[in-house]
């Protein structure tokens, strides 16, 4: 397994870009979880683990990577980048074209929009905002 993390996300939303065995997760897929049993009974908030189905149940992770290391002998310790740490790139929303109808000001325009007149009047460099025309476009900055 292999994923990323942003810490700067909010709780629930900080893990993306998940791949089991190279492949992307599937969130209708079921997967086999390996974990203590601290955790496999809700432990730490993970409650909805405790739900969850005990296919078997194995000595303690310690014991096993003991003896898993008793057998391999010399144990290479690098870093395997499974783990990426970084805050995830949003792709900035791009701005709206709005077509000016028969009848349309540009305060209700902005408010429809949640801006005001003069973001408006400014961004699109209006001399007279008070005058717009129909068919006229009226780009509306993109928000964060």
């Known amino acids: 397994m292999t994923f990323k993390i942003d810490p700067a996300a909010e709780a629930g939303n900080r893990v993306y870009d998940v791949y089991i065995q190279g492949e992307p997760l ?5 997967y086999t979880l390996v974990t203590n049993d601290f955790l496999a009974v809700g432990g730490d908030g993970y409650t909805t683990l405790a739900n969850g189905v005990k296919l078997a149940e ?9 003896a898993y290391i008793e057998k391999l002998g010399e144990v290479n ?12 790139r949003v792709e900035e929303p791009e701005e709206t074209v709005y077509v000016v109808k028969p009848g349309d000001v540009l305060w209700k325009i902005a408010e429809k929009y949640g801006t005001t007149w003069q973001k408006l009047a400014e961004y699109n460099k209006l001399k007279n905002p008070h005058l717009i025309f129909p068919n006229q476009k009226i780009l509306i900055p993109a928000t964060n």
């Open 26 to 30: 599937d969130l209708e897929k079921t």
């Open 58 to 66: 194995y000595p303690a992770l310690d014991e096993i990577l003991y």
């Open 77 to 88: 310790i690098g870093v395997e980048g499974r783990i990426v740490v970084e805050e995830r």
